[in-house]
């Protein structure tokens, strides 16, 4: 079959890259917002940063759901329905005139988005060995970093001339252009199954325990969690620590934001090279964790002693991005690798412990903000070390020989 990925495996590549940036999107377009919601709504910080909770909790509900529908069902109608729901939900943003409209909202919002990444990296699964899918992975993260880098400044720009409501008008254009494209562009990778093979609780629970028994798979999904927990603590906490903390103007605050994201696109660019010349990868895994703790530690002294300003938060945050970018491919790759047949479960279970980790870490910076970086500095500082603990969970000496071993014939 003539599929996209053989015709046009560039375009391919940017397709999945635009779903799995759904998400991104979807938070750093209204980061630049989040004070003028405060002001519009007549709301407080945590109430406003509540529409964020709730995106995620919508985007966890959403992958536990999406992930075994798209094992059973395929791939392609379940994304077109998440893309359809996040159009729709998009629009209904736009059109909310109280926070709790807003709110409920974006709870949908969050389950449509959900579909995105979850299914992406599923198709990856479906056509990729583990070495070759930390490598896919990688050019799809140095293909969607332009979301974060442009995401933010463009809704300054739509909130300073056009008023907030444009930001979730331009995500509900996107989300009808981005199924289109799935549409016509985007062939099912799934397997087919056997009449009778339906979507049923106890061969999901079956699945879900499989992953949960596992040890590798256990232990990196994990690391993944506690890694993007710290790095939903900046992105939650970015707009009230940058814009009322630092007095960073709302239509430049897109550029200091771009500084840290610029640093998953090198870190992507650098694992795709280790990952040419045969590196293993969890060695670049065990790296990235301790650049991760490295970088958490850095920004917790610089906030409690007081030191440094604007950079003492940036700077680090700037190496923690880049650690984030070498731990998230390759620990995704190693924890879906023997669970083929479930990958849709498997992405669906990581996926919601990422966004759990994340909901959790901006609560709590929301929770003890003061008007200070204080509260991100500790709670980045606290999650990096959970997920440095992880990483070496159960650690063995056969482990470390297998590791050494971890070369396959072909990289990218």
């Known amino acids: 079959m003539n599929t996209l990925l053989e015709r046009r495996p560039a375009l391919f590549t940017i397709l999945l890259a635009a779903l799995t940036a759904l998400t991104s999107l979807s938070i750093d377009m209204s980061l630049p917002a989040m ?100 490598a896919v992975l990688s ?58 093979e339906g979507v049923k609780a106890p061969a999901v629970r079956e699945s879900l325990r499989a ?19 710290g790095m939903f603590a900046y992105v939650g906490s970015s707009p009230f620590v940058l814009i009322d903390g630092f007095g960073v103007k709302e239509e430049n605050f897109g550029y200091f934001f771009a500084m840290t994201a610029v640093a998953l696109l090198v870190a992507a660019t650098v694992n795709r090279a280790l990952l040419k010349r045969q590196t293993p990868s969890l060695l670049i895994l065990r790296r990235g964790v301790l650049i991760l703790f490295a970088a958490g530690a850095s920004l917790a002294l610089a906030c409690w002693f007081g030191v440094g300003g604007l950079a003492g938060v940036i700077v680090p945050m700037i190496a923690y991005m880049f650690g984030q970018g070498l731990v998230m ?35 709590l910076v929301g929770a003890f903000y003061d008007h200070t970086p204080l509260s991100l500095g500790v709670t980045v500082a606290v999650f990096a070390t959970l997920s440095l603990l992880a990483n070496g969970l159960n650690f063995s000496f056969k482990e470390r020989r297998a590791d050494a071993l971890h070369v396959t014939s072909e990289a990218y």
Not at 146 to 156: C, S
Not at 213 to 227: D, G, K, M, N, P
């Open 329 to 363: 491919p390759n620990a995704t790759a190693v924890a879906m690798a023997p669970h083929g047949e479930s990958a849709g479960v498997v992405s669906s279970l990581m996926g919601a412990l990422q966004t759990g980790g994340g909901a959790l870490a901006g609560y």
């Open 211 to 229: 992953v949960l028994r596992h040890r590798e798979s256990l232990r990196h999904a994990l690391t993944t969690c506690f890694a993007y927990a």
């Open 35 to 134: 004070p003028e919601l405060q002001q519009a709504f007549r709301a407080g910080v945590s109430s406003v940063q509540l529409t964020l909770s709730i995106f995620l909790t919508g985007f966890a509900l959403g992958q536990i759901i999406c992930g075994p529908l798209s094992d059973r069902w395929g791939r392609r109608p379940v994304l077109l329905a998440g893309l359809a729901l996040f159009t729709l939900a998009g629009l209904a943003c736009a059109g909310s005139t109280s926070l709790g409209m807003l709110v409920a909202a974006r709870f949908l919002h969050g389950m449509g988005a959900s579909v995105g990444p979850v299914v992406a990296r599923a198709i990856v699964r479906d056509r990729f060995d583990s070495r070759r899918a930390s």
């Open 139 to 196: 050019q799809i993260t140095q293909v969607m970093i332009v979301a974060p880098l442009l995401a933010p400044t463009l809704g300054g720009y739509l909130l300073v001339n056009l008023g907030w409501p444009a930001i979730f008008t331009v995500l509900g254009v996107s989300g009808a252009l981005f199924t289109l494209a799935c549409w016509r562009f985007l062939p099912e990778t799934a397997r087919a199954k056997d009449e009778g």
